[in-house]
């Protein structure tokens, strides 16, 4: 079965520390992967995907297939990273598989 | 360019109507998917439509159905509403390029609430 788990439903830090939002993945085939954040009153938005290989406002996401984990860091948290964060699997079939989130608090 | 566009924001209906949510989406995008979004459920896939088609589909009974008109715009449809079906529902549209994943842009969702 697919299964996305996000372990931390809350995560709460101080401004300028390190953060690392954790992402499990148990999925069939080669998927590709997604975080997506949604800031508060605003629509859900693509962060940032593997392929890319891209570093997006500061975050990174390491894909470890051996541990099927894709947990997404920052290291030097900003209070405007306060957001949901969704890891999400997905692949041609355009069927997205979301985590069920981890809040982000970051603290002045 | 618009952004995806949902009617409507925000919907009350009691146990055992019917509902009709519409999703417009990116002008030039060709796949509409839906997802509802619960607190105890989080965010589940429903189905998603491309073409006028119904490509792929989620666990959800056949209370919920949706069609794609040939100007790419969607609807879906509950059937028989319960108390459970109250959730946001969202709809997401993406170019759907063939051999590729396109990012998929979602709209601000309709808020249904089922008394």
């Known amino acids: 079965a697919q299964r996305v788990t996000q372990p931390e439903k809350l995560l709460s830090v101080f401004k300028g520390a390190p953060v690392e939002l954790k992402c499990n993945y148990s999925?069939?085939?080669?998927?590709?992967l997604f975080w997506y954040v949604q800031y508060s009153r605003q629509r859900l938005q693509l962060l940032l995907r593997?392929?890319s290989r891209e570093s997006i406002k500061g975050f990174t996401a390491d894909l470890n297939k051996g541990e099927t984990s894709f947990h997404l860091k920052k290291p030097f948290a900003q209070e405007e990273d306060s957001a949901m964060y969704y890891c999400a699997p997905g692949d041609s079939s355009y069927k997205l598989i979301f985590g069920s989130g981890t809040r982000l608090l970051v603290r002045p | 360019k618009a952004g995806v566009t949902q009617t409507p924001r925000y919907l009350i209906k009691t146990r055992g109507q019917q509902v009709t949510l519409s999703c417009s989406p990116i002008?030039?995008?060709?796949?509409v998917s839906w997802y509802q979004q619960t607190p105890g459920q989080g965010l589940q896939f429903l189905f998603e439509y491309f073409s006028e088609t119904q490509r792929n589909k989620g666990n959800f009974p056949g209370r919920f159905s949706g069609r794609q008109f040939s100007n790419s715009r969607s609807e879906m449809n509950v059937s028989t509403l319960e108390l459970g079906d109250s959730a946001l529902y969202l709809c997401a549209s993406s170019l759907r390029t063939s051999g590729q994943y396109n990012e998929q842009f979602f709209g601000p969702g309709t808020r249904l609430t089922v008394l």
């Open positions: 593997h392929i």
């Open positions: 999925y069939s085939g080669s998927p590709e």
């Open positions: 002008s030039g995008h060709r796949s």
